[in-house]
């Protein structure tokens, strides 16, 4: 590729990126509360698949602690959100998380393969069943309400987290631990011998992405007004950010972005339409033929179809060119 | 003077010793070989100099300094690089990325990325790779992959290069090449410790040779000592 159509294809990218930052910055201005609301959700859908991905994209580790990160930042919020104000919270939710994925980065991060999985998801299990537990024999209620917040301010602020993720992941992605995450999940054991800190690598980049689920758990909670151990802790976040990820495609960034986005609508929708009974099980019903059919999820197919109209269209010219 | 020294080294994988109190040295500038029979303990030392496994008991010192129980990566960014015997590239990083992952890691004072790059360039026209810089490594020939080890090795400025095998699996041309590569990374001030079973190469570049068997060192001496030695040649053809 020369310079010229590189430099233009950056701006491309770059102005495309400014306008839809700028159309997401001023919805609620234009669309009703009702898509305010739904694009809250989506945003947080995407964050979580993205920092999701940042971690468990390169290196391989495949994280299910999701759920607990992001319980960490609700339950930071129903605790403090009466006393302090709402940004703080959400740092200190974001905190929170960054602490408790350094200790278990710690300790488990010397797992492989599907020891680390299990132990991750066991986390989450733990810490919802033990607040359940100190709830009923402690303080004798099960659950929390919190002062509604007005959703505009939760857009915002989800949207803020959000660009922060999306930020964050990137640079990481282009510096030189994102490339060291990723010669760990190539073969970790050459990594170390090439000079990698592995352990230091992988507990820090965990931690990191820990904190955006932990900002978003805390300011989701207010949206919810009441929540207890099974919300804030609710198992099926550790799981769908790892299934959006891999339906969008893991690689690139964009992958999992476009994977969840489209993910959280379409879930909304059947949640909405008709079949909301079932939508779940349509749900699945679409995931076992995505990941059936595209190994390399959405972006794998588009990549492929590219490269077909690329062949299609060289074919096209040299087929012209022996013509004449 | 000797950049690396090991006192006793022995490992255990349950009841079997693999390495059993092998005493050795490595002296500044030399190439060393070392050659025993299959399942002799050569990659077992190897991988307790480089930390992959820890010797219990016994003693390696580097450069004069205990580097016994050091975690891999600190014992690469002291000085000590190291190749796989079965290949271990990263398959689907380009090629220049593996070796800028040494030159951004690897190294004790680290450096910038343009710094790193840099020298990740020129170690690719010394392995004579600069052609393929952007394929990614699974692409490359078996030679190629391990022309790019080295490569990723020589990144982390080492005074001492460990190379498992390098020529194995390779064809006469390879070899030759191989060996050639080999007595440039001499040339560049490095000292070479090598695992190799194609007795051409190991007589022809190594100043010194040790031999393994059963995890003892039974043999050293300059190759012709070595291949003159009774008890190497009972041992390698059972006589």
Redesign the interface.
Known sequence: MDIISFISKRFWVLGLLFVVLVALAALPLYASSYWVVRFTAILMYILLTASWATFSGPSGYMSLATAAFFGVGVYTSALLGKALPLQLVIVIGGLASFCLGLLVGALTLRLRGIYFAVFTFGLVLLIQRFLLWLEMTVMRTRGRILDPVADNTIYYIMLAIFVATLLTAWLIGRS?FG??L??IG??E??????????TLVKIITFAISAVFMGAAGAIMAPKWVYIDPYIAFNVLLSFIPVLMAIFGGLGQLYGPIIGAALFAYLQQELQESEFSEYYLFIFGGILVVAIAFMPSGLVGLIQKLIQLIQKWRKGGTAEQNANT | MPILEGEGVTKYFGGLAAVSNVDFHVDQGEIVGLIGPNGSGKTTLFNLI?A?LVPKPGVIKFKGENITGL???KI??MGV??T?QSV??????SVL?NV???S????LTGMS?AEASREATKLLEFVELSMVKTTPAKDLTLANQKRLEVA??L??KPELLLLDELMAGLNPTEVAQAMELVTRIRGEGITIFMIEHVMKAIMNVCDRIMVLHHGEKIAEGTPEEIATSRTVIEVYLGA
Not at chain 1, 189 to 198: F, I, K
Not at chain 2, 88 to 93: D, I, P, T, Y
């Open positions: 030189k490339l060291a990723k010669s190539e073969n054991e050459a990594a170390s011998h090439t000079g990698v800190n592995v | 480089s992959a975690q891999p990566h690469c960014r690089a190291r796989f271990e590239v990263f398959a689907n990083m990325e800028l992952l040494g951004l890691f690897g190294t990325s990723r090795a990144a982390t």
